[in-house]
């Protein structure tokens, strides 16, 4: 396996949540470098071995809003 996709959300109780795509690994962290070194100690308690060398994250941002 060559990458990985997470999906970054900003949290309701502050900073970001990340899910990975196709995988059971959530995080969080309280910045956006806090998030990342979340996501790399994850990967590497999910994957023994074939880790993924990319990662990419996918910024999600919901607005609601009145018509």
């Known amino acids: 396996m060559n990458e990985i996709i997470f999906l970054v959300e900003e949290s309701s109780e502050g900073g970001y949540e ?6 059971s690994i959530f995080t969080e962290g309280e910045s956006i470098e806090d998030l990342k070194k ?6 590497k ?15 999600v941002k919901e607005e609601v ?3």
């Not at 990340?18 to 995988?23: C, I, Q, R």
């Not at 979340?38 to 990967?43: D, M, V």
């Not at 308690?45 to 910024?59: N, Q, T």
């Open 18 to 23: 990340a899910k990975a795509l196709g995988y």
């Open 38 to 43: 979340n996501i790399r100690e994850a990967i």
């Open 45 to 59: 308690c999910h994957f023994e071995s074939g880790a993924p060398k990319i990662v990419r994250l996918h910024f």
């Open 65 to 67: 809003f009145t018509a």
